[in-house]
Each structure stands twice: as C-alpha cells, then as structure tokens.
C-alpha cells in the first residue's frame, strides 16, 4: 500500500520465526530461494516508499504453484525493490534467468535493422506474430503498491506522450472506466481488451486495486501497435499482425518503443533502466528486454512427438495456449514465443524465435509426410 | 483538481525526490526517519485530492457517506497499529455494487478503527444500522437463552435453524491486517480455550492446512467446510493473504456447535442442528459462548466489546450482537406472493440463498434471518426472528387454504437504553 508501510513496524515486534510463512506445498521461485536467515534479515528493511519484504513475496505464499509455469512468485513496488532485497531477489534472478549473476550486464539492442529474415514464417502455419514489452516509468511506483494518484499521473503521461505518435503509429487512447459499450465490444473483437485481472498470480499482489480507474488501451488506426496503460506494469507495449512476417512486426515495434521514450524523455520523465537489470518490470521474470515475442503456430504432428518439449528447450522457446499465460493449448495450435528476457538483447531473443519456429515449421511439414525429424533435432543453443 | 497536479508531475524530475535522500541510503534500505521524511515528500507531491476513489458507478455505504472533505482529514491518519483508511475502503473503492445486498464497502483492520476514523464509520454505521448513533447510543447485549418464547417451529415448514456470530481477540488486529504471528496467535489462544469445553460441547479442531483427505470430505460431507474465500468483497479486504495458514475448523462431537477460526473474523461461532428447535439451537449458543469467553479470560484474553458498538468485528454490518439468526423454510406459495417482500420488511427479515450471502434463493426454500445486528439484544433479535418466522408459516398455512393474509405492522425500532 503507499506513502509508506509503517504497518510493518508492528509486525517487527514478533520474532522472525513467528513470522515465517509456510512454505512447505509451495513450488515457486521465491519458495526455493528464501529461508528464514533471508526473511530474518530482510523484514527490517523498507524501500523508500515503504515497500516491504512481506509485501515483495505475498504473492509467492498465496499462491503455491502453477500448474503450467514455474511461477517467480515475488514482484516489486518500486524501482529500488531490487536493490534493497537483493539478497532475495539477485538468486531468484539467477534462478529465473538462466544462472545470470548480479555482476553480470545486460545489452540493449532495439535496432531492427539486426535481424536476419524473419519476414517469410508460412502463413499456412503461422497464423499470427507479436512482440511485446513493458516499460516503467522512473519515479513512479509500480502497479502492486502505487497510490490512485500515482497511476493517474502514469496513465496522463502516457496520454499525452501517445498522442503525439505520427503517420502510421497514430492512435487514439481508450480509457477502460469511460468506454462506451460499442468501444468495448470493438476492443473484444480485435482481441485488444485486457480485462481485470482474474490470475490469483496478480489479484494477490495488488495489481488489481481500484479497477478500472487510471488503465486503458491506446492502439494506432491500422490496430498493429497497442500500449496497455496500468496493467501488470505501468506500459505493455505491443505489435502485432495477422500472418508470419516477424520483421515487420519488429520493425514497428522498435519504430514504436523508440518514439515513445522520446516523447517521455521530452517531458522529462525516463523508463526505469539500468545495466545490469536492463528495463526494470514488476515481475521479476520480465526484467532484461520485457521482451516476449511469439507466434500463434499450428503444429498438431510436432506437439505430439516425444520429443516435442526437448526441442523447445534446445531452441529456448516456451509454448503456451493461445489464451494466454494460464490457458492450456487447444486443437495443436501453439503460442510459440522466447524463453529468456534478461541476459540476452531483443534483437538475439526475436532471432531466436524466427529461427526456431522456422525450424518446427519444417518439422511439421516433414511429419505430415510420415517422414523422420530426429536429424533435424538442433543442439542447445 | 487532479490535472493541476498532474501538470506539476508532469515539469517535474520525480528522481530529485530521491537524490534528497541521499545516494547511499537506497541500498540498505532506509531507515525510518528516512523513509517517514519521503513519504512526506510524496504527500505533498499528492495531495489527498489526487488520490480521491471514483465513486461515481458506486452504491456501497462507503461511497455514500466517503466526501472529498473527509477523505482529505483521514488519509494520512493511522491507527496505533499503523492501519490506513486507504486499506479500510479498498473492498468498497474494488466493489462498487452487489446484485442481491447493499454493501458496507470498509473493514476494520484492528479495534481502534472505528475510533479513529469515525468520522467515515459513524456515518457508515448509522446508514446500515437504521440510524444508531454510536456517539450517543448503547447497545444492549443480553445472550439469557430462557427468556425466548414459542421457539419451536413447525418442522413441515422449517428445515433447519441456525444462530451465528462472531467474536474477536482484544489485542490482536483483524483479518484484513493481522500478520501471519498475529493471526497464529489468533488460533492458540482460540483453540487452547475450546480444547477445556466438556460434556455436550466437547470437541476437536481441524487445522485447514493439516486435515487429510478424509478428514476434509467427511467436514464437506457436513456443511462444515468453509472454503478459500473467493468472493470479491473478501478478497479485496486482504483476508485471504497466506491461505490456509493458521485457519481452521473446530466442531463438538454432537455436530451441533462450531467454530470456525480466522475466516472473515477471528472466531465465527455457531450453532445449528437439523429441524425447527431455535430455542434449543439459542441456549446452546449462548451456553457455548459463555464458556468459551470464560475460558480465554482464564488466561488473560478479552474479546473486544465496548458500550457503544457491542461486539467488534471486521465488517461494521456485524457490530453489536453479529448476530444472524436463521432458519432454512419452505414457503412455496407465500414466496410467489407480491406481498412476500414488504413482509419480510416490515417484520425485519432478510431472505438469502441456501448458499449463503452471495447466492440466490432456488426453488421454495428460503434462508430468513433477521436484518439487525446493532442496536438490539442478542436475545431481542431471536426473538424478533422466531415471532418472525411464526408469522411466515402462519401466511403460508392461511394461503394454503385460500384464506386472506395480512401485511404485519412494521416491528418498532431502537428502545432507549
């Protein structure tokens, strides 16, 4: 909650142990990480904006496991969360992202001109292609603590700054607690409206407190680049378009986000960044590039084969149902995006997943003619 | 009044604020002294207009009584456990209507709530309890089972009687605010006590995270069982943090008198049994929580209770007595009946569900039970329900036999104490 958590005075006046929560059904980053030494150390201490350890890991208590992810189970409030519990959060992050330490710097690379094809994924496979990100912007608090006031002053910033975008990114915001019905349905059809949140993952952290007031959805006139305001984070920022031409919707996804940070960094407000954690998000799972771009892919014949999850994970790509994080896949067509965020740039993650579903692809046509895949099996990237 | 601020935001470098500070305090997090002097800043940088809820799609008593004016003197108030106002209304601001009842819309997180922020919880308080005014009335409480007449109800219309409330542990912070020891504390204390009642009331406690599979199918099997809320309203009020942790369900060997511990409440406490013996189910409630009172003051404990609002509990709609009284009846023509509501009204009855508060009635089964809580006895309310509920049998017998009913007097409001 804001303006300080000096809730979390009384709550020092009861030993650590009698604190301790328990863990012991739960299978989450935070539950493998945290032990009653971190949790002893750590519940002192508070953010600037008074952001506590409690407040870091409800979430991850209330909520198990998943049953299709391994869940972080921890989110911040603020920028400096990762600095004053890192002791917590610097292994959930080696956890999280592939042994990636808290030494190690993260490289940013938005120029699209790096990545090689991408622009002929078969459209008789590939149904759709998304690249999305978040951005915070620096001095406000995230979505799990920040005050009414505080998403406010997000959501009319970013108004203003989108409605300044130009020529093919031009747009109009839609504010989720003013939309006529009509608007509504429009935003359903297109597959545009985020709804509040229903995920335990998100209800437990705060993230849903005082819906619908301050979030909304600005998308340009051709609907191929959206900006969800006030969501998980204060911006998800995303391109899409029916079919299989990646590139192209890189392209407008760095065109976009480059805009957009300039017309912030004019009013003099910057995204939260810095080296070693790149952009900084409320889950710590999407700290690096944010970056998760994927394909809506039909692959009935490779999903079944044995050795379909060893593929994926030799190619770092993650699938999910085509509803999103918690659905399940319906019918062999796949949500098919990157694995990784941080460690590795957008323009490395984007190659990947171009490359990759190119490869199942030609897996699945090579299937459909009764013909072997175990040669084409490629080696961990 | 918020875009004049958002136009100072918008000019301004917010990480000034931070530099302040001080570069190296951010690493170690910072001391209170600190962090009090930045949440300072923050108050300035937004004043309580800025953070004033939408209320305008609203119909809860929060929004009703809640005015900018207010708002802007309570905002930055705590109580001695550091509890905000923001954190009492967040359920109302995430809630802003129910379908079948008006909500309350704020929750206490401690006893000293209601004190320091009544200037939103007296008016709230007035508004859902009939117009008692806790800064110039008291609330009776008398749990003397005896004095309840014609308590037996005919058993062709009345499948099941109930009594219920709640009690909390003077000292311990409710359910929205306690913390996992305090909470924990909450179970000790309750359980250590329950473990003393013998003979009729003797019985055994189920921790929710601790029972095995039978266990739990046979307290389902029982209508025991209370599950995970799901419902919005509780969500919302932060009383689901750390599921199943220190939550539980103690009954008597008889199945006849339960508890239920950290749910909405500290302890809910109830007594049911199959069939229309209400002064049964009453004496028993009463005898149970007497002992049970008795007990924790053996060991130094209180419950939280006080002249003006009764029996403190998490919701304002439970002050006073906490008291539904209620009975599962059939009333397969008078609930067809276009009078049937106006009944209910004037004998201040509510009907529900079968499934509780956030359901609908199916069929021709009602669940009735008395519309009052503060402002009235505990042995006034029964009362009041039984004269009730006798009055309902008594239309759908008259109507049965195609003879006239008659809409009741409305039942008088508060005595004077």
Avoid at chain 2, 16 to 26: C, K, M, N
Avoid at chain 2, 103 to 112: I, N, P, R, S, Y
């Amino acid at each position: 909650m804001p303006f300080g958590n000096t809730h979390n005075e009384m709550k020092l006046k009861y030993a650590s142990a009698k604190e301790y929560p328990d863990l012991s059904k739960h299978n989450n980053h935070m539950a493998k990480i945290i032990t009653p030494a971190i949790y002893e150390l750590l519940r002192k201490r508070q953010t600037p904006s008074g952001f506590t350890l409690d407040d870091v890991i409800q979430t991850g208590i209330d909520n198990p496991g998943h049953p299709f992810i391994m869940t972080v189970g921890c989110v911040a409030g603020d920028e400096e969360t990762y600095e004053v519990f890192k002791e917590l959060l610097d292994p959930v992050i080696q956890d999280r992202h592939g042994g990636y330490k808290p030494t190690d710097k993260h490289k940013t690379d938005l120029d699209p001109a790096h990545l090689k094809g991408g622009d002929d994924l078969d459209p008789n496979y590939v149904l759709s292609s998304r690249v999305r990100t978040g951005r915070s912007v620096r001095g406000f608090c995230l979505p799990p603590h920040c005050s009414r006031g505080e998403r406010r002053a997000v959501e009319t910033l970013s108004i203003e700054a989108l409605d300044t975008l130009s020529g093919d990114l031009k747009g109009t915001y839609y504010a989720l607690k003013n939309m006529s019905d009509a608007e509504q349905q429009q935003l359903i059809d297109d597959h545009f409206l985020f709804d509040k949140p229903v995920s335990p993952l998100l209800l437990a952290s705060g993230m849903a407190r005082d819906w619908p007031d301050g979030r909304g959805i600005w998308h340009n006139v051709n609907k191929t680049f959206l900006v969800w305001v006030n969501e998980e984070d204060h911006l998800r920022v995303i391109s899409m378009q029916q079919g299989g031409n990646m590139k192209e919707v890189f392209n407008r996804f760095c065109t976009g986000l480059t805009k957009i940070e300039k017309l912030f960094k004019e009013r003099k407000h910057e995204f939260m960044w810095n080296e070693h954690l790149g952009y900084v998000l409320t889950c710590p799972s999407n700290l690096g590039t944010g970056l998760r771009a994927g394909v809506h892919v039909k692959l009935p014949n490779v999903s079944k084969n044995a050795k379909f999850e060893e593929i994926l994970k030799k190619l770092r790509l993650q699938k999910r149902g085509t509803g999103g994080v918690d659905t399940a896949a319906v019918g062999g067509t796949f949500d098919i995006s990157n694995a990784d965020r941080l460690g590795f740039s957008e323009v490395e993650l984007v190659q990947m997943v171009v490359d990759g579903v190119k490869l199942l692809v030609e897996m699945e046509k090579k299937l459909e003619k009764g013909q072997p895949i175990d040669a084409m099996i490629p080696a961990q990237k | 009044m918020a875009s004049t601020f958002t136009r100072m935001i918008a000019g301004r470098y917010p990480a000034a604020l931070l530099a302040s500070l001080g570069a190296g305090t951010v690493a170690g997090g910072l001391l209170l002294s600190d962090s009090a002097l930045f949440a300072e800043g923050k108050r300035s940088l937004y004043p309580p207009s800025a953070d004033f809820p939408d209320l305008r799609k609203h119909s809860n008593c929060m929004a009703a009584a809640l005015t900018p004016a207010i708002y802007a003197r309570l905002r930055d108030q705590v109580t001695p456990q550091n509890w905000t106002l923001d954190q009492c209304i967040q359920t109302g601001v995430d809630n802003p209507g129910h379908p079948f009842i008006k909500t309350v819309g704020a929750v206490a997180g401690d006893e000293e709530t209601y004190e320091v922020f009544a200037e939103l919880f007296d008016p709230i308080i007035k508004d859902r309890h009939n117009g008692y005014d806790p800064r110039t009335m008291k609330h009776p409480t008398d749990l003397d089972a005896s004095k309840i007449t014609n308590g037996v109800f005919d058993e062709k219309y009345v499948l099941s009687s109930r009594v219920r409330t709640g009690r909390s542990i003077r000292g311990l912070s409710l359910p929205p605010a306690c913390s996992r020891s305090e909470r924990r504390e909450v179970e000790r204390v309750v359980v250590t006590a329950l473990a003393g009642l013998k003979g009729e009331l003797a019985g055994r406690y189920y921790g929710l995270g601790d029972m095995s599979d039978k266990e739990q199918q046979q307290l389902i099997d029982d209508h025991f069982l209370f599950d995970k809320p799901v419902s919005p309203l509780l969500t919302c009020a932060f009383m689901a943090r750390d599921w199943p942790d220190a939550r539980g369900i103690w009954h008597n060997h008889e199945k006849n008198f339960l508890i239920w511990v950290n749910e909405e409440d500290h302890t809910r406490v109830i007594s049911m049994e199959k069939g229309g013996n209400m002064k049964r189910v009453f004496e028993r409630f009463c005898t149970g929580l007497k002992q049970v009172e008795q007990l924790i003051h053996e060991r130094g404990w209180e419950f939280m209770w006080n002249e003006r609002l009764g029996y403190i509990l998490t919701c304002p709609s439970n002050l006073g007595t906490g008291l539904r009284a209620g009975v599962h009846v059939r009333l397969p023509i008078l609930s067809k009946d276009t009078r049937f509501s106006k009944i209910l009204e004037n004998l201040r009855l509510q009907k529900r569900g079968t499934g509780g508060v956030d359901t609908a009635a199916t069929g021709d089964t009602f669940d009735i039970s008395n519309n009052d809580r503060l402002g009235k006895s505990e042995v006034e309310l029964v009362q009041q329900l039984v004269d009730g509920v006798n009055y309902l049998i008594d239309c759908e017998k008259k109507l049965e036999k195609g003879q006239e009913i008659k809409v009741p007097f409305p039942v008088a409001q508060f005595k004077k104490y």
